[in-house]
Nanobody
Framework: QVQLVESGGGSVQPGGSLRLSCAASGNIFKINTMGWYQQAPGKKRELVAAITTGGSTNYADSVTGRFTISRDNAKNTVYLQMNSLKPEDTAVYYC???????????????WGQGTQVTVSS
């Protein structure tokens, strides 16, 4: 059984910072691209940032220059450093990963349970 467990969400004032973590566990043979998505109330889930196994990254225009995605392949963990947070960053943040599990099954777009980020004064 595979799990993606997010942590690090919370409440912060505008201009503040948070660091999200997502650890993958279970019968995982390999993790390909990992990413973070956000879903605000009443809106669809959207990509925030993604990172490949080799470290190539891409970001949504709205977070470029403020957020940084990174990963530790040895720990099967992806991080999202969020700086200069704005009220419009308020959302549930979901971890996502493309996985190959033991036995060779490829799972595209496996989701974590989400972590709430609230930016408010």
């Amino acid at each position: 059984q595979v799990q993606l467990v997010e942590s690090g969400g919370g409440s912060v004032q505008p201009g503040g910072s948070l660091r999200l973590s997502c650890a993958a566990s279970g019968n995982i043979f390999k993790i390909n691209t990992m990413g973070w998505y956000q879903q605000a109330p009443g809106k669809k889930r959207e990509l925030v940032a993604a990172i490949t196994t080799g470290g190539s990254t891409n970001y949504a225009d709205s977070v470029t220059g403020r957020f940084t995605i990174s990963r530790d392949n040895a720990k099967n963990t992806v991080y999202l450093q969020m700086n200069s947070l704005k009220p419009e960053d308020t959302a549930v943040y979901y971890c996502n990963a493309d996985l190959i599990v033991a036995g060779g099954l490829y799972i595209k777009g496996y989701w974590g349970q989400g972590t709430q980020v609230t930016v408010s004064s």
